[in-house]
């Protein structure tokens, strides 16, 4: 392969790296289950409802994370779900699980 044509290949390379994102886009759909049997137990989430009632936290709505995304980037979110914690602790989600939420977080944008 000539200098040149290596070059404009690995030239080629570098922008497909450097405009792909960094995480997979998740699917907003794939997080229904999840949401359901997990999430609305502590928070409001737009079309669920608990099956069990509501627990004493202080958990944000996630119409109020969706609708700020300078408080509650994905970046943020990702790293907040990539670690278990109170009252979360008892699930561990898989970074395909985080994904699909964040996308669910982000359909619920400007509704």
């Known amino acids: 392969m000539g200098r040149k044509r290596a070059t404009t290949l690995l030239g080629a390379l570098l922008a497909a790296t450097v405009a792909s994102p960094a995480y997979p886009a998740g699917n907003p759909d794939a997080?229904?289950?999840i949401i359901s049997e997990n999430c609305v137990s502590c928070h409001d989430v737009p079309g669920f409802k608990p099956k069990y009632g509501k627990a004493e936290v202080n958990a944000p709505d996630?119409?109020?994370i969706a609708d700020q995304p300078e408080t509650y980037s994905a970046d943020q979110i990702r790293q907040f779900l990539q670690?278990?914690?109170y009252p979360m602790a008892k699930f561990?989600?898989?970074s395909s699980?985080?994904?699909n939420i964040i996308a669910f977080i982000q359909s619920?944008?400007?509704q």
Request: charged letters at 20%; a neutral charge.
């Open 31 to 33: 997080a229904r289950p």
């Open 97 to 99: 699980d985080i994904e």
């Open 92 to 94: 561990v989600l898989s």
């Open 108 to 110: 619920l944008r400007h």
């Open 62 to 64: 996630f119409q109020t």
């Open 83 to 85: 670690h278990p914690h």
